[in-house]
């Protein structure tokens, strides 16, 4: 079969005058990196023996041990649909898992590790685990030197049309590649914030899913700097309005369907989904850390901008942290709407599957729903339905995460430690800048 595959690759990138090779993977940090080799050394490519120095990725390893491989995905080949200049052929692509020397797949590797939690998934009896990801992403306009400027494309609002959403034909060409590319796209709309935006397509298995994800970052921003524009998935790009987040839509399967869906309960759901959304609840807090890793994904987590602050779950409440969308069937799903798009796919959904497993494996039993809008509840009244926040900052979150064995081992020894070394990093970092919001109100005044 994959001498099949091998051929029908080199069959069409030879018809479609394939010139270049990018050998795509994630670092730690979820940043795309890659290596590019001419067409020439594809049969090496594809015979998993091109080599690269992993001691120039942070978080991979150190320079005493850099020879590492990489491994082609072939089943994620894809042709860009772009040319190169002057018309000058084409560039295609390979997801690739990092592997040491000697063959074995590398511990640090996000790809590898989300494959290391989904084995633990099949021991309990589940064949398959979905993900739908809403990723949205704020377009600014370039400068007169093609640098991103602050200045937002428009004052468009959540579903507006042209002329009031100046980016719609941005967002359409956007759609046009992602579909060339096989994407099923779903949906495609400006958010609530000016400047805001999100394309959702369909579901996929756990590590399809988070491939597209990363496919779809490299697309969104490549067609917006055609447009002049500059696409960023930072949460919180500006104050006061929202911030953009990545819902997750997450379901398990068994040989006998979807095993979120119960026909005979009252509302749909099995047994093993709300014990699923139980482990979810009780490891919120570590796995905030890896869904929102960055200093200023809490600038978005804070009440008032529709993004979820409270661990409590329910049917149609969208202001907890778990919501379960009205389909039922093999569309029953689980939403958790804290992560955002600075996460690490990889990592994000191999914690929360952890999370989500050691509820089913443990039998937990998720408390009752929450159906009230949490955020007109006083403190005495979440106090009163046992509701806890999320942590308000990295600080916290890590500190969560160091005390968490379940997540911790959802990450493995390798990523926890390079991944906790990063964010102290950054969060000792941020704590020493002076920034303009204290500038403004003490220089003057002291």
């Known amino acids: 079969m994959s001498t099949d595959i091998k051929s029908t690759i080199k069959k069409e990138a030879e018809e479609k005058n394939v010139r270049f090779l990018r050998l795509m993977f994630t670092d730690i940090d ?10 020439s050394q594809l049969d090496k490519v594809m015979d998993n023996e091109m080599a690269f120095d992993g001691s120039s990725i942070d978080g991979f390893v150190e320079i005493d041990q850099s020879d590492m491989k990489l491994h082609p995905d072939l089943d994620t080949w894809l042709i860009f649909p772009w040319n190169l200049e002057n018309n000058n052929g084409k560039i ?3 997801i690739c898992d990092v592997h040491m020397p000697d063959g074995s797949p590398f511990a640090g590797d996000p790809r590898n590790n989300l494959k290391r939690v989904l ?34 494309n428009d004052n468009g609002g959540y579903f507006d049309l042209a002329p009031t959403d100046l980016a719609e034909n941005c967002r359409r060409d956007i759609v046009l590649e992602l ?17 805001q935006h999100e394309i959702d397509w369909k579901y996929a298995d756990a590590v399809e899913a988070c491939d597209n994800i990363q496919t779809f970052k490299l697309i969104v921003k490549t067609v917006a700097r055609k447009h002049g524009l500059h696409a960023t998935f930072m949460p919180k790009p500006i104050e006061e309005i929202s911030g953009s987040g ?8 068994n ?31 570590a796995y905030t850390a890896v869904c929102n890793p960055i200093v200023n994904s809490y600038k978005r987590l804070t009440p008032g901008f529709e993004a979820p602050v409270y661990v409590a779950w329910s049917g149609t409440n969208r202001t907890p942290l778990i919501r379960v969308p009205a389909s039922r069937g093999n569309s029953t799903r689980v939403e958790l709407r ?34 009230r809008n949490i955020y007109t509840m006083d403190q005495i009244e979440r106090n009163e339905n046992n509701i806890q926040s999320l942590p308000k900052n990295l600080n916290e979150a890590i500190n969560a995460l160091k005390e968490d064995e379940v997540i911790k081992d959802g990450l493995g020894e390798h990523i926890f430690d390079r991944f906790m070394a990063a ?8 704590a020493k800048s002076v920034s303009q919001w204290e500038t403004d109100r003490y220089f003057e005044l002291y």
Do not use: C
């Not at 998934?121 to 602050?150: R, V």
């Not at 990545?246 to 399967?253: E, K, Q, Y």
């Open 423 to 430: 964010k102290v990093s950054d969060w000792n970092n941020y």
């Open 179 to 195: 579909e060339a590319l096989g994407f099923e796209i779903e949906a495609s709309h400006h958010e609530v914030a000016p400047g």
């Open 338 to 371: 804290s992560v955002d798009p600075t996460a690490n796919p990889y990592l994000a959904l191999a914690v929360l599957l952890k999370a989500g497993l050691k509820g089913i494996a443990e039998a937990k039993s998720a408390p009752e729903p929450v159906n």
């Open 246 to 253: 990545m819902h997750f839509n997450m379901s398990l399967f």
């Open 92 to 94: 295609a692509r390979f």
């Open 255 to 285: 040989d006998d369907g979807n095993a979120f869906f119960d026909a005979d309960s009252k509302d749909g759901l099995s047994l093993t989904a709300y014990q699923f959304i139980a482990g979810l609840l009780d490891h919120a807090q």
């Open 30 to 39: 979820g940043v795309i990196k890659n290596v590019e080799v001419p067409i």
């Open 119 to 152: 084995k633990e998934m099949d021991d309990l009896g589940f064949n398959a685990f979905n993900l739908g990801p809403e990723p949205e992403f704020f377009l600014f306009k370039l400068d007169e030197n093609g640098k991103p400027s602050k200045t937002l």
